[in-house]
């Protein structure tokens, strides 16, 4: 069976001091959260503190990011050994703002998917069409051909670490969320494209994770799909009771 995984992208907001006090206020709060696998992904500066806070709870830490190289001279870059050295143990990749305002492309989230994965990190790939793209009806193509590109030559055996998060871009930050419908035939669709790839066990065991504009008064309808098991939370994360109310929507 898949895992229910609900992961917080706080994206950069919070400062050092406001982020302790949203993890101790998620960490006191997250007992209620049955069975739905809680990970949290703060600014760089708070990894290694949120590692700290979270050690005997089951409470997972993400970076937001990390390098395709794997150590130099690469100024202001993190490499995905140093986040696994301070014992985070999942990375957001290919998120759409890092490929909208620093020029990601497949190609090179496919690298810092691989590096990821030889540090044993935990990669959520994220996933999902610009409103252009929606329009003009292309949405399926444009997921497709992101998938085949950020996992070109990654093997099965280093696929089934891999959680995948679809995030139409122009549900993003703007209140408009996906419908259920449209979350759950795209969810399908690439649940269906990765079983092409890798095989049925692989592509049933997948989580894959809906992101844009969830909420806890639309989490319900979006986790109830057969093929969205959990979300990538966004602005809700930033608050500890929504962040919860969202863990506690399936
Ligand atoms: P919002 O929940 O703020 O729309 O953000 C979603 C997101 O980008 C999560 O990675």
Redesign the pocket.
């Known amino acids: 069976m898949r895992k229910q995984i609900v992961a917080g992208?706080w994206?950069m907001n919070k400062i050092f001091s406001e982020g302790i006090e949203l993890i101790n206020e998620i960490k006191q709060k997250a007992g209620t959260v049955n069975q739905t696998l809680l990970v949290v992904a703060p600014p760089f500066i708070l990894t290694t503190e949120a590692v700290k806070m979270l050690k005997d709870t089951n409470i997972g830490v993400a970076t937001q990011n990390c390098s395709n190289k794997p150590e130099g001279a690469f100024t202001g870059e993190v490499s995905a050994q140093m986040v696994k050295s301070v014992g985070a143990n999942f990375v957001?990749l290919g998120?759409?703002?890092r490929r909208a305002y620093y020029h990601e492309t497949d190609e090179l989230i496919n690298e810092k998917i691989k590096i990821s994965l030889e540090n044993n990190l935990v990669p959520i790939v994220?996933c999902g069409e610009v409103l252009k793209e929606r329009e003009n009806n292309e949405h399926f193509q444009v997921v497709a051909k992101q998938i085949k590109g950020m996992f070109d030559s990654i093997s099965s055996d280093d696929f089934k670490q891999v959680i995948l998060?679809y995030?139409p871009v122009w549900?993003?930050?703007?209140g408009k969320t996906a419908t259920p419908e449209q979350a759950q035939e795209m969810h399908q669709f690439i649940r269906e494209t990765i079983k092409n790839s890798y095989g049925s066990e692989i592509a049933s065991n997948l989580s894959i994770l809906y992101?844009?504009?969830?909420k806890p008064g639309n989490a319900k309808e979006l986790f109830a799909n057969p093929d969205v098991d959990g979300g990538?939370?966004?602005?809700?994360?930033l608050k500890a009771d929504d962040f919860i109310a969202i863990a506690n929507s399936f």
């Open positions: 992208n994206k957001i998120h759409s703002e994220c998060a995030e549900a993003i930050g703007t992101g844009g504009s969830c990538l939370i966004g602005g809700a994360s």
